[in-house]
């Protein structure tokens, strides 16, 4: 047992009679392991790609709402009167009139 462990640590597999299958097994090891790291590296990627996007959707959705709140603003009646009476544009004071055409008279 001794000896076995001994010749392990010193490599004497690698260079014993029937070391090419060794070999093989230790290559194949090894491409197993640089395709494990590339596939966890890629999914890492992706993670940190979609916590951005998701980042990038909320401050739209932020920005969209304060748009959306500015507009609403804007729209109100008494912000498009004080626009108005800015450029000394009053409301009217009379109420507006129905006008009354008679097909008949024509």
């Not at 959705?61 to 544009?89: C, H, P, Q, W, Y």
């Amino acid at each position: 047992m001794k000896k076995g462990i001994y010749d392990f640590l010193k490599g004497k597999f690698l260079i014993s009679d029937d070391a090419n299958k060794h070999w093989q097994f230790i290559l194949f090891c090894t491409l197993l392991a640089i395709i494990m790291i590339y596939s966890s590296h890629s999914a890492e990627r992706k993670v940190h790609r979609m916590a951005q996007i998701s980042n990038e959707v909320k401050e739209l959705r932020s920005e969209f709402v304060d748009a959306r709140t500015r507009v609403m603003r804007l729209k109100m009646e008494s912000t498009i009167i004080d626009k108005m009476a800015e450029n000394g544009i009053a409301p009217p004071v009379e109420p507006p009139f129905e006008i009354v055409v008679n097909e008949n008279e024509y």
